[in-house]
């Protein structure tokens, strides 16, 4: 089993940073994929951007050049930094650990990021 803790989220304006965290209950980076996805209302979860447990990297067309993901191994703690925030960014940001070739994955609880002046 592994928990998920995400922290970082909250209003900003737009054109604003946010640096959302996500911190696992143990070591997992060298084999689960991390990503951090996104749910607004009314729409269904879209991911935003995984790390692989090489560090391959990848992000949806909506945010690529604005937002990093990156990871801490000392600190089992994934990041993503998130820049020039536009009010269609909005949105619950879910962490997610999926192991892969197999069905198992955790969720963190969600942290809300609201873009508005």
């Known amino acids: 089993q592994v928990q998920l803790v995400e922290s970082g989220g909250g209003l900003v304006q737009p054109g604003g940073s946010l640096r959302l965290s996500c911190a696992a209950s143990r070591n997992i980076f060298g084999i689960y994929v991390m990503g951090w996805y996104r749910q607004a209302p009314g729409k269904q979860r879209e991911l935003v951007a995984a790390v692989t447990s090489i560090g391959i990297t990848n992000y949806a067309d909506s945010v690529k050049g604005r937002f990093t993901i990156s990871r801490d191994n000392a600190k089992n703690t994934v990041y993503l930094q998130m820049n020039n925030l536009k009010p269609e960014d909005t949105a619950v940001y879910y962490c997610?650990?999926?192991?892969?070739?197999?069905?198992?994955?955790?969720w963190g609880q969600g942290t809300q990021v609201t873009v508005s002046s």
């Open positions: 997610n650990a999926a192991l892969p070739v197999s069905t198992i994955n955790y």
